[in-house]
């Protein structure tokens, strides 16, 4: 449960991208939508960055660890992408892991980080970070 409150934003992306990650998307027509060559990594950059950028933010913030301790964690949200792939590849039918996949998720992932260093000690992201511990959502 203590996880669960601390880290109520990284689980529910990391949900989130389970869910798009294992989807079955041979239904889905994007015939109607203009999409550029290779779009699907910049969507995985995305992900993996709003992933890690969350999650470096609540240790930091929750755990008052420093920086470089920060640092030591990003293998986490890259062994989950190693895993989405994998899934991708072993469980679903329509699906692929793909390295590139692998390297865009990467790609967000070291992002993140660079910005978890510029934005640390924003107030503002502070308070956004800390706004449902007022409240909590769960009893213990």
Known sequence: MYYIKKYHKTLSIITIITLLSLLNTSDIQPRNIRLFPHFDKVVHFLMYFTLAFIFMLEYYIHHHKTISKISKILILPLFYGGLMELLQLLITANRSGEWWDMLANACG????????????????????????????MFKA
């Open 109 to 136: 992932i070291i992002t993140a980080y660079f910005a978890v260093l510029l934005f640390r000690n924003s107030p503002l992201v502070h308070k956004w970070m800390l706004f449902p511990l007022k409240k909590p």
